[in-house]
């Protein structure tokens, strides 16, 4: 297979091609900006590419965040839309990344960082497909008990909204929720708005 098919079967496999991705083939760099000029390829960010025909949906860039930083795990806002738990669009990806960690350059990508220790980080984590890349996303009991952690920073409505949403789906683990809510040290906070909309 000539080099420009392999580049365009891995952009259709992988779903966001990074210059990286064609070195682990043996494909020269130069591929992508001559697929660019030819209009099979599209840029989305700084390193970042996919088919041009590939259809994107609303969270396109989360896949593009999730291929960049590998690392980070989707969270709040952008958590909650993929679990459709909100009316919000939120403009920024928001991904939670150690404490320790290096604010990563988002080359064109718009993202919002939330700091978090390790066990926070870790709890509830689940992989998600996004335009055909894997996503680390929280689940869903941990992006409600989340956004009462930083309702500080996306505002008290939308934990709320949140907590409602949640609580009108059939499959719903109260006991998680309560579980993840003292991970992140907000029982005391939960709990009143929880018994009240029961």
């Given amino acids: 297979m000539d080099p420009a098919k392999r580049t365009m079967s891995l952009a259709r496999r992988l779903g966001v091609l990074r210059p990286r991705d064609l070195e682990a083939h043996g494909v020269a760099r130069t591929y992508l900006a001559r697929l660019c000029a030819q209009g099979q390829l599209r840029q989305i960010g700084r390193g970042l590419y996919v088919p041009a025909d590939a259809e994107q949906s609303a969270d396109s860039n989360l896949a593009a965040v999730g291929k960049r930083f590998p690392a980070g795990v ?24 150690p404490r320790q960690a290096r604010v990563p350059k988002s080359a064109g990508l718009p993202i919002r960082v939330v700091r978090m220790v390790p066990r926070s980080l870790e709890a509830g ?4 497909t ?5 996503v680390s996303v929280f689940d869903v009991e941990k992006t409600v008990a989340d956004c009462f952690r930083f309702r500080s920073r996306i505002g008290l409505d939308v934990a709320l909204e949140a907590m409602r949403e949640y609580l009108r789906r059939p499959r719903r683990n109260l006991e ?20 009240a909309m029961l």
């Fill in 74 to 97: 989707v969270c709040l806002l952008s958590a909650l839309r993929v679990h459709g738990l909100t009316t919000q669009a939120p403009f920024e990806a928001w991904i939670a990344l």
């Fill in 176 to 195: 998680k929720l309560l579980r993840y809510a003292g991970v992140v040290r907000v029982q005391k906070a939960i709990r009143p708005y929880l018994e």
């Fill in 125 to 128: 984590v689940e992989k998600k």
């Fill in 130 to 134: 996004v335009d055909g890349v894997q």
